[in-house]
């Protein structure tokens, strides 16, 4: 079975890739990754208060940094993601090629933004992100891929400014560390929220509306666990599927030889001989007028709870 998969101009073995969080961050993490099937994985991110010209910069932290993407390249022989984490372009534009010169494969961008500011307007919050997206584009040969979350009110132009700012591809969705409150302390409480399976639909539905839309590569990412999740994910249209938090909560286990084994056995009991034969078929255009994952059956879903 062929799983051969492309993604920001990369020949994947086989579509998953896993997203970044702390167990992509060191050289063993990273072998651990590659021995469990994953086709690439992107490092934990540094985060833009890191950065080089941020108040809070520390050279020797930004040096480790670059140090350690250095090692995880050498230790794998998977291609190796880098990640950036910030809201504004700044001073640290040659950070980039400095990554760059790290041997990495490609850059991913995440767009993590909470806009506090009451006086800046989404359209100009958008105006940032896509002006951030330029710049780095700009200051490097690498992909870029961004990494956005859900909360756009018209995603579709938003991301067509993202391809025409030179993104290569987009990661669907981030996710936010969600903060709630212990009661007893009057604390909050900065649990890590893993995702659940039901998570899928959200990105699912946009990774359907977004294919057509755009020429971008497509990361859909949230809520795969298991081998059906990353079928789906392809089945509308996902070239690369991200795993994180079924990573961390089946340690003990393979789940990512799992979902890779459920694939193959899944396309051949279907009679697929490849991947690419089977992606894209289900998109939301395929199903004519807005009936498909625009709506969503709305009305017909909530009439049927019992
Ligand atoms: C412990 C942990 C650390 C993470 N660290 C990062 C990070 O450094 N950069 C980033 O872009 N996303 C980070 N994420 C988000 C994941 O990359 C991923 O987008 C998210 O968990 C959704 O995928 P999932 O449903 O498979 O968990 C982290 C997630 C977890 C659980």
């Known amino acids: 079975m062929d799983l051969t998969t492309r993604y920001l101009g990369l020949t994947l073995k086989n579509p998953l890739v896993a997203s970044a ?33 941020a108040a809070g910069a520390d050279p020797t932290a930004i040096r480790a940094h670059l140090d350690n993407l250095r090692a995880i390249r050498q230790a794998v022989s998977i291609p190796v993601i ?8 700044g001073s640290w534009s040659a950070f980039a090629r400095e990554i760059e010169a790290a041997g990495v494969a490609a850059l991913e961008l995440n767009l993590y933004d909470i806009p506090e500011d009451p006086t800046e307007t989404s359209a100009s919050i958008e105006a940032r992100q896509i002006d951030l997206v ?13 990494k956005i979350s859900p909360y756009y009110t018209a995603l579709i132009p938003f991301c067509h400014g993202l391809q025409a700012a030179g993104a290569q591809g987009l990661v669907l969705f981030n996710r936010f560390m969600q903060p709630d409150i212990n009661m007893e302390t009057g604390h909050l ?62 340690h003990d286990a393979n789940p990512v030889g799992e979902i890779l084994d459920g694939l193959k056995h899944w396309l051949a009991r279907k009679g697929y001989t490849d991947l690419d034969a089977f992606r894209g078929q289900m998109r939301t255009t395929d199903f004519g007028g807005k009936t498909g994952f625009e709506r969503a059956h709305y009305v017909k879903t909530l009439s049927s709870a019992k």
């Open 82 to 89: 880098a990640s950036f984490n910030c809201r504004a372009h």
């Open 189 to 250: 409480r900065f649990n890590v929220n893993f995702s659940r399976r039901e998570d899928l639909r959200l990105p699912l539905r946009w990774t359907a509306i977004l294919r057509d839309a755009l020429k971008t590569d497509i990361a859909l990412n949230g809520g795969v666990h298991e081998a059906d999740d990353a079928l789906q994910a392809i089945l509308v249209g996902a070239n690369a599927v991200c795993v994180c938090s079924v990573l961390y909560q089946r």
């Open 134 to 146: 330029r710049a780095v584009t700009a200051a490097t040969r690498l992909p870029v891929t961004v």
């Open 21 to 53: 969080c702390s167990l992509t961050g060191s050289p063993e993490g990273a072998r651990k990754i590659e021995a469990a099937g994953c086709a690439a994985l992107v490092v934990r991110s540094i985060f833009e208060e890191q950065l080089p010209g």
